[in-house]
């Protein structure tokens, strides 16, 4: 069962991030505070309607690529959770370029693969270097070396594209690269984050049927997501640093 | 053993580079054509002394971050090998911060994400690239399935700091993930090549005492070349899109 004072997602106005949010604030015991990030909350109309009947929820203005919204998002989040810190930050946002599905080395772009390596990588690292002091805040008041959702955790969310083990149909490297990319960034942060007690895991939540994705789809995000809240409520020290899909199941690099 | 009719070897004014250029060389059976890749041909000394005794060795201007020179150095080397095309590309030009060495979370920039991921990510692809018709070339002109780097082959220098599995001691972001996102480009590219029958491999050379390293480094660039060679040289399809280190043992992702 997934537990937490407070949670924040990217990504949130739509697809598997504004699914956790749904789920998020209709659990038996939902968080304190569900920060809602996206890039356009004036555009957002969903979330917009589910802050009005929930108090509890806060759409914040982030974007991955912009760094001065970074800096904005985190500082009002420190407002609102103040010395309690961060439970749980979602790094959900992320870019898949449709057009280069199909990309083959000659069709390969210096472009593509820098606009995914920004987005996917260096955005979802950024987040989590701002949010640090309010994550290592909330992980202070767990007890001992407990390690959970609970206290303080990074759940990454990649996908088994990123798996050099799994990939045996090559094509787009921008994801693929993007992605592996944010896979050793949570193993980075998985070992260097171990002292302060923070869990770090990656999520692969499966083939969805998102505005992302295509007809090809296997799941739905509802079908995806209530399962994957509840692997990463149950994820423990033993976890930390590694990638699991939706069901629990490991993924292998 | 090595052997091959024509290698190409970017960044080989020093370190590796230009070690595996001085024994290609010296090899009993040297290629015919060895072309020494750098971003300045006209300060590379060594190079220069070398092509003196050996006409067999060309040095030509390639920078991974300038396209316009990939795509000048693509055209020499097609003046140069004709129909025959290119049998092995070691792509082993790469970009190590030091400064980054020791980097936290908190020291993380943008800045230096991008440098590592433009160089050592983008960049090999790009040559490769530019140098795909050449090798697809080289490996028409093989028998039957058979792979090696007699054949056509694409070696990727790498390091074992890019091992998600191996990774225990964090810090290096930006060179981890350009690294491990050149270990997912090898392959994706060697599963799009193989029914071209070229070989895609990446190399670990050690921890070696170059101007990239420091005083902890364990061997010299002639006994970390010395192995990797005859390791490339031995890879065959069964080999395909695995890492390898220099004596040839297996590495993780």
Not at 111 to 136: C, D, Q, Y
Request: charged share 20%; with cysteine; hydrophobic share 40%.
């Amino acid at each position: 069962m997934f537990k937490a004072r407070s949670v924040l997602v990217t990504g949130s106005n739509r697809g598997i991030g504004l699914e956790f949010v749904k789920q998020l604030i209709q659990l038996p015991n939902p968080p304190e505070h569900v920060f809602a990030c996206c890039r356009s909350p004036e555009n957002a109309v969903e979330l917009k309607n589910l802050v009005s009947e929930n108090p509890s929820l806060k759409v914040i203005k982030l974007e991955l690529e912009d760094y001065t919204s970074i800096e904005e998002a985190g500082k009002q989040v420190e407002q609102v959770v103040g010395e309690n810190g961060l439970n749980v930050l979602i790094n959900n946002a992320g870019y898949f370029g449709v057009s280069e599905m199909n990309e083959k080395l000659e069709d390969v772009t210096p472009e593509s693969l820098t606009k995914h390596f920004n987005i996917n990588a260096i955005g979802p690292l950024m987040v989590t270097k701002r949010l640090l002091p309010l994550i290592r805040c909330a992980a202070q008041q767990g007890v001992g070396d407990e390690m959970s959702a609970s206290r303080a955790a990074i759940i990454n969310i990649t996908t088994k594209c990123a798996s050099i083990a799994d990939n045996g149909s090559a094509r787009m490297y921008g994801y693929r690269t993007s992605k592996i990319a944010l896979n050793m960034i949570n193993k980075n942060l998985a070992v260097e984050l171990k002292p302060d007690n923070i869990l770090c895991v990656l999520m692969h939540p499966g083939w969805m049927k998102t505005d992302m994705t295509g007809p090809n789809a296997l799941i739905t995000t509802e079908e995806s997501v209530r399962p994957m809240l509840d692997v990463i409520g149950s994820r423990r020290r033993e976890h930390n640093g590694l990638l699991f899909d939706y069901k629990g199941n490991l993924i292998p690099w």
